[in-house]
């Protein structure tokens, strides 16, 4: 079977809600026979849920926790869901979700993966962000016997750490590749590093004095876009190429400075009229851009499979690729700066700056 398109959603039923933690349940989703080759995932990546609330339709990412143990044909998707203020999936996830029901489930995508090979690894993740790393690095040890990762994890206290006992399973089993810090930001600790957050300053001095920072081969970023950002900064300074650095933004507070995505003020009004040509799943069309609309806004009123969850440029479901005309994007926290360069957009965040615009959502 040919891999689902990332739009194609399908009904997966919930074979267990698991609670972690006061404030976030893992949930088990059953994959049937059928949709197995289409289910397959890389340690890393997340999924779209698609869910009705009071008639409204809401979508979110969650990343896959589980390690990689049958590549071609998963039976099972594990996901970590955090409690959100106010979040009207998660709240629904923690409170109401059992056994036996089912969820509108997207498959697998994402960039943030590490396909098994022998070498040095290392992350910094903060709270939930441990999730789509938890997926990698169990992958890894399991994978490769000569591969080591250090994990470098920052949570607000002891109780409200996602997959603790996960974490120390693997510290169990391969406590000679595998290598844990964990600093807490608002609880004391008993021995090790003291509390407190980890920003750049920090982590310049930690990170030297934990491993041979010149000689890791990638780098796993993901949490909050603070500590992302506090950590990108850090081993810039330390001298880590770009292009060894991985990261993904799970929680950006409002208020807070999007990474520069074109060199077009934001300001810039585009054309009175444009038209944007749209290639999905194999198939093409132009439709009008109506005025203040994002590109993905036109795509979805014509082609309601059109891939998104966010609509915030957080999770980067609604990628695609420029192939004429140009736009300018509100903000991004998804893409990586050689993805720009490569012509790639958040359609949710793209707005004409020319009166033909086309789009490319398979490449
Ligand atoms: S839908 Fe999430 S970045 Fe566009």
Redesign the pocket.
């Known amino acids: 079977m040919a891999p689902a398109r990332p739009g194609a959603f399908h009904p997966l039923r919930v074979a267990e809600v698991t609670r972690l933690t006061d404030d976030s349940v893992a949930i088990t989703l059953i994959v049937p026979p059928e949709l197995r080759a289409a289910y397959r995932y890389s340690p890393g990546q997340h999924l779209t849920v698609r869910h009705a609330m009071d008639g409204t339709e809401i979508r979110r990412?969650y990343s896959i926790c589980a390690p990689v143990t049958e590549p071609g044909s998963p039976r099972n998707l594990r996901v970590g869901v955090r409690l959100v203020a106010g979040g009207v999936f998660s709240t629904y996830a923690f409170k109401e979700l059992r056994p036996g029901d089912v969820l509108e489930v997207a498959p697998p995508i994402g960039r943030f993966v590490l396909d098994p090979a022998p070498g040095h690894y290392a992350a910094v993740v903060g709270g939930s962000g441990i999730t789509p790393v938890l997926s990698i690095v169990s992958t890894l040890l399991a994978e490769e016997p000569t591969a080591r990762f250090c994990l470098v994890r920052s949570d607000r206290t002891t109780a409200s750490t996602m997959f603790l006992e996960e974490v120390a399973d693997l510290k169990d089993r391969w406590p000679d590749r595998f290598q844990l810090v964990s600093v807490l930001s608002r609880e004391e600790q008993q021995a090790g590093l003291a509390s407190g957050r980890l920003d750049e300053e920090r982590l310049t001095a930690l990170l030297p004095a934990l491993l041979p920072v010149e000689e890791i081969d990638r780098w796993f970023l993901c949490g909050p876009y603070g500590l992302v950002r506090s950590a990108g900064r850090a081993l810039r300074g330390l001298g880590v190429g770009r292009r060894r650095v991985h990261q993904e933004i799970f929680h950006v507070d409002e208020g807070t400075d999007a990474v520069p995505t074109t060199p077009v003020p934001s300001g810039s009004a585009g054309p009175a009229r444009s038209s944007l040509t749209a290639t999905l799943d194999g198939r093409s069309g132009s439709w009008p851009v109506g005025e203040g609309e994002t590109l993905?806004d036109a795509v979805l009123r014509n082609r309601p499979d059109a891939?998104?969850?966010?609509?915030?440029?957080?999770?980067?479901?609604?990628?695609a690729r420029l192939v004429s005309g140009e736009v300018r994007m509100d903000r991004n926290?998804?893409l990586e700066p050689e993805e720009l360069a490569s012509g790639h957009v958040?359609?949710?965040?793209s707005r004409p700056l020319t009166e033909r615009v086309e789009l490319d959502f398979d490449r």
């Open positions: 990412t993905l891939p998104y969850a966010c609509k915030g440029g957080v999770c980067g479901t609604c990628r926290f998804a958040l359609a949710c965040q």
